[in-house]
């Protein structure tokens, strides 16, 4: 006992160093990478002396060496008879706990692999994450084979189509939207758990565990793997390991200065965490934004890979069913290809997402891909000019997914490439009772919300179905807070201002220009009148009635003011 207690302290110790020399310039890989492996060795030392007949084995964040201060020891024991071994394995969790390891455990038979393959997914995919520790080496490499074995063609698409229900699921719970205020960094869309899920997609698709390397983090190996088989540009890889080091890094700190597995990044939080990273006292606005870039990045390679995933396992369709869309795109399975292999010009680019709004579809891996190289060129090719905006304008015309559409092209960097001002938008803060999202975000779930109507039977469906300009509309939504990060007081007024430079750039005719300016300096006008004035107040109704020059104009802000 006195050896254990020994071992207690010079791991405690070790520990308390290792996090309190964490700081916002320490690498988030080598801290996990450190503390995984002062764990590992600790358990090795425990069990020196000890014998058994089973495997011990890492899993989880702590198999993918990427524990965080306070995540859980996840420790799996595979036992050939776990009635044999029961004795043995209450000892060595005991030694465990009492030598500092406080760790959780399961104790797996070889039977489980069948048994859980078809009746708890995320049981089952804990099993793909182990690495051994100590014990019964044959027995688990015997597992690892037994485990690829289990894996055929009927399984895996199984296996993908729970996956993809699986992160419908979680995004329903904890956010669909890597631009929520106070995400979870590990579970909201953009956190860890996205990146985490295509690395089980992918090593079931392939049957390939990604456990082998010893010196290098799961998520390394994985980032390694895509940028080998070319399943993304090398440019987007080194996005996606500096993205996901960041929230990784984000979530430990988190850690660290609650003492708890903390995964809410709350408000204050984001304030302490600022300052950790070397930001000024007023610019919580920068550092947010790093994090909603790197938070978008892991969102839209996870959603890409997912949605490959789908199309190959879960609805294929023949390549004979494809048609094509012009002389440069053909679409499949509502997936929209590109043909080439060359640099996308403007008009490509906003054709195919003319293509895409019209098919409700979405793009393959290497058409995005080649979308996002052209934004990088954005300000050379000069995509602001009026005869760039045709397609554009036609997609605002749609009477359906328009939301939708450009919430794709901000997530590709296309909306803030063509229109800077909005550009200013992504990452932009405003904690506050009508906002959960950054400016950008809800921006575009208002155009969202006015489109749900057009399939509901209400007062509000009937007037958004009697609309017949959706482009007004639309862009009168799409602008109405483009000067906030210029100015949040007063942000309606040089807002107008800011929509008729921007209307006049794209090449819209006066009349549209003042509808939309209208629209947009008014926006807060009805909300104000509701719930700060009189209404039982004749002169508060006849101010309000001659603010407009037509029903439209009513009808409108009523609707900009419902979404």
Not at 151 to 177: A, W
Not at 320 to 337: A, G, Q, R
Not at 443 to 450: F, G, Q, R, V, Y
Request: a negative charge.
């Amino acid at each position: 006992m006195l050896r254990l207690l020994e071992i207690k302290k010079g791991f405690l110790k070790e520990r308390e160093i290792l996090f309190a020399e964490y700081n916002g310039k320490s690498d988030a890989f080598e801290f996990s990478k450190n503390y995984s492996v002062l764990i590992e060795d600790t358990i090795r030392i425990i069990l020196a002396n000890k014998k058994f007949n089973f495997a011990l084995a890492s899993a989880g964040s702590f198999s993918r060496r990427e524990l965080s201060p306070y995540s859980d020891i996840d420790l799996m024991i595979i036992s050939e008879s776990i009635e044999k071994d029961d004795a043995d394995i209450k000892e060595v969790i005991t030694s465990l706990w009492d030598g500092g390891i406080e760790a959780s455990h399961t104790v797996r038979e070889l039977s489980d692999i069948k048994k859980y393959l078809s009746t708890d997914l995320h049981t089952f995919t804990q099993f793909f994450e182990t690495r051994f520790i100590n014990g019964d080496v044959l027995l688990y490499n015997k597992w690892n084979t037994q485990l690829l074995d289990s894996i055929n063609d009927d399984s895996k698409k199984l296996l993908i189509t729970n996956f993809v229900e699986d992160v419908r699921q979680r995004h329903e719970k904890y956010g669909d939207s890597p631009k929520m205020l106070e995400p979870n960094v590990k579970m909201s869309a953009g956190g860890l758990r996205d990146f985490q899920s295509i690395e089980w997609m992918m090593m079931i698709s392939n049957k390939q565990l990604l456990n082998s390397q010893h010196e290098l983090t799961q998520a390394e190996i994985f980032i390694n793997h895509l940028k080998k088989n070319k399943l993304t540009t090398p440019a987007e890889c080194k996005r996606l390991l500096e993205s996901y080091k960041l929230v990784l890094s984000i979530r430990h700190f988190l850690h660290i200065i609650t003492k708890s597995k903390t995964d809410r990044f709350e408000f204050l939080n984001q304030i302490k965490l600022a300052s950790v990273y070397g930001y000024e006292e007023n610019d919580l606005m920068s550092f947010m934004k790093n994090y909603f870039a790197a938070a978008n990045i892991i969102f839209r390679v996870s959603h890409s890979i997912i949605k490959k995933f789908k199309v190959e396992f879960v609805n294929p369709v023949p390549d004979s069913l494809s048609y094509d869309l012009d002389e440069d795109f053909y679409i499949k399975n509502k997936v929209i290809f590109l043909k080439k292999n060359e640099q996308l010009t403007l008009s490509d680019i906003f054709r195919v997402f003319y293509y895409r709004a019209y098919h409700n579809a979405g793009f393959d891996d290497h058409l995005r891909t080649k979308i996002i190289d052209a934004t990088e060129d954005a300000e050379e090719n000069n995509w602001s000019q009026p005869d760039s905006s045709v397609f554009f304008r036609e997609i605002l015309k749609f009477p359906r997914n328009v939301g939708a559409t450009l919430s794709i092209m901000n997530e590709l960097g296309v909306l803030g490439a063509f229109l800077p001002e909005f550009g200013d938008l992504n990452g932009f803060m405003q904690h506050g009772v009508y906002h959960c999202y950054t400016a950008d975000e809800h921006t575009l779930i208002t155009i969202k919300n006015l489109e749900k109507l057009s399939n509901q039977n209400s007062a509000y469906s009937k007037l958004y179905n009697s609309i017949k300009d959706k482009e007004i509309l639309n862009l009168a939504l799409l602008l109405h807070d483009i000067a906030k990060p210029i100015d949040i007081s007063g942000h309606e007024i040089i807002g107008a201002e800011m929509t008729s430079s921007i209307m006049i750039r794209l090449g819209y005719e006066e009349e549209e220009i003042d509808k939309v300016c209208f629209l947009v300096k008014n926006h807060l006008m009805m909300e104000q009148v509701a719930f700060r004035r009189n209404l039982n107040d004749a002169e508060t109704l006849n101010s309000f009635a001659l603010k407009f020059n037509s029903i439209e104009e009513l009808d409108l802000l009523y609707l900009i003011t419902y979404a």
